[in-house]
Structure formats: C-alpha cells, structure tokens
C-alpha cells in the first residue's frame, strides 16, 4: 500500500511537470497577456502608483515579445515601437517634467 502511494506521488509529480513544449514561449500569449493589461490600465481612472507600475508590467511584456524569435517582423517592429512608447510614459510617470518658471508662464502665449 505505502509503495502504491509512492509511486502515485511520482507519477503525479512527473506529471506536474512542463514538458519541454510547455516551457517555450508562445507569442499569442503574450499578445493576449499585453492586450488584457492595457484594457486595465485604460480603465483606470486616477494613478496612485498602481497605473505606473501596470504601464512598466505592459512595456516588459511588450519588449519580451519584440525579443522572440521567429515573430513575424510587423509585429515586432510594433511591439518594439509600443514598448518603447510604454517606457517613455512610466519615465514621464516617475520623473515629470518640473513645472514652469514665472517668466515661461508669463511669456507663454495666451490660450
């Protein structure tokens, strides 16, 4: 009976385990992860942090995709050209640009 069980554990733990066509990565994935979080950072209204580290969660997941192998080149020149928009926004999100002096407010044209 104990043996039983031991080999139910192992056979169990085997199967548990990602095969090796499991481990690969699979752009759809990716693409469906990416599109899924941008959905939720488009629905977000104020930012407390939450929506900058979300933005930096969609850059990276953006930037893995442009670095696959095999992608077909429009989408990779997409996700690099995203990700790129995306880190640019998380940058402009942690270090905003100071707010402008009295002589830029005064000299700044009427709107």
């Given at each position: 009976?104990?043996?039983?069980?031991?080999?139910?554990k192992?056979?169990?733990?085997?199967?548990?385990?990602?095969?090796?066509?499991?481990?690969?990565?699979?752009?759809?994935?990716?693409?469906s992860a990416?599109?899924?979080?941008?959905?939720?950072?488009?629905?977000?209204?104020?930012?407390?942090?939450?929506?900058t580290?979300?933005?930096?969660?969609?850059?990276?997941?953006?930037?893995a995709?442009?670095?696959?192998?095999?992608?077909?080149?429009v989408?990779?020149?997409?996700?690099?050209?995203?990700?790129?928009?995306?880190?640019?926004?998380?940058?402009?999100r942690?270090?905003?640009?100071?707010p402008?002096?009295?002589?830029?407010?005064?000299?700044?044209?009427?709107?």
């Amino acid at each position: 009976m104990a043996s039983e069980r031991a080999s139910s554990k192992t056979q169990d733990s085997d199967d548990a385990l990602p095969s090796d066509q499991d481990r690969t990565v699979r752009p759809e994935l990716l693409v469906s992860a990416a599109l899924h979080l941008m959905s939720h950072y488009a629905a977000g209204e104020q930012d407390d942090g939450r929506c900058t580290r979300l933005a930096a969660v969609i850059e990276r997941h953006l930037k893995a995709l442009a670095d696959l192998p095999g992608l077909e080149p429009v989408l990779r020149a997409t996700c690099d050209q995203l990700s790129e928009h995306w880190a640019d926004l998380v940058e402009r999100r942690i270090h905003p640009p100071p707010p402008p002096g009295l002589l830029m407010r005064l000299v700044a044209p009427i709107r």
